[in-house]
């Protein structure tokens, strides 16, 4: 299991701030984070409404970020921290 997707998994519903391989962070209300076998999905929305996916294989992928925009989706970042968000 994904040692982040858990992270996420064990948050949710509380907001989460997550911190992408860039330096950049956002905190997200969460709506989902589901398992399947190893596989992990996401989904929340940032302060602005925006809604981001996050998507992970397993343990030995990295956790992904995409966020929605006016032409559809694109990659926000590779995750590499998470911590529970203040509300």
């Not at 948050?11 to 399947?36: C, H, K, Q």
């Amino acid at each position: 299991m994904h040692t982040l997707a858990k992270r996420i998994h064990n948050i949710t519903p509380r907001n989460v701030r997550l911190t992408f391989d860039d330096g950049s962070t956002v905190v997200l209300e969460m709506r989902s984070a589901e398992f399947f076998q190893e596989a992990f999905q996401a989904e929340g929305t940032d302060d602005d409404g925006t809604t981001y996916r996050l998507v992970t294989d397993g343990e030995d992928d990295p956790l992904v970020a995409g966020k929605e925009t006016g032409d559809g989706w694109e990659t926000a970042g590779v995750v590499v921290d998470v911590e529970r968000a203040a509300e």
